[in-house]
Nanobody
Framework: QVTPAESGGRSVQSGGSLRLSCAANGYTPRTYCMAWFRQPAGKEREGVAAIGSDGTTSYADSVKGRFTISRDTTTNMVYLQMFNLKPEDTAIYYC?????????????????????????WGTGTLVTISS
């Protein structure tokens, strides 16, 4: 079982940067993939970025080139580095984990289009981008 806990959310001006952290207690890189999702107020939850058991990554088109997901396998931390933030990035950001066979295709085990595929969720951290 993985217990994600997000931190780092705050208010930032448009064009700024921010790094979110996820302390994933119970995370083992070889058996889980990790992902960041976000949910703007009044909208559905959407996938942002994912990292597989083998370190491969995937991103939503809206954040490609601006966001980077990474992990530290020695501390079981997962990060989301965000650059050039825009008002439309305002949302609650969630860290989530899904069970995954080692080297399984990332799009299969951590599909950004299917939040329901994730097994464990954090409680979220609020990111607000002001123009």
């Amino acid at each position: 079982q993985v217990t994600p806990a997000e931190s780092g959310g705050r208010s930032v001006q448009s064009g700024g940067s921010l790094r979110l952290s996820c302390a994933a207690n119970g995370y083992t890189p070889r058996t889980y993939c990790m992902a960041w999702f976000r949910q703007p107020a009044g909208k559905e939850r959407e996938g942002v970025a994912a990292i597989g058991s083998d370190g491969t990554t995937s991103y939503a088109d809206s954040v490609k080139g601006r966001f980077t997901i990474s992990r530290d396998t020695t501390t079981n931390m997962v990060y989301l580095q965000m650059f050039n933030l825009k008002p439309e990035d305002t949302a609650i950001y969630y860290c989530a984990a899904a069970r995954a066979a080692h080297e399984a295709p990332l799009d299969l085990v951590c599909p950004l289009s299917t939040p329901s595929n994730m097994d464990y969720w954090g409680t979220g951290t609020l990111v607000t981008i002001s123009s």
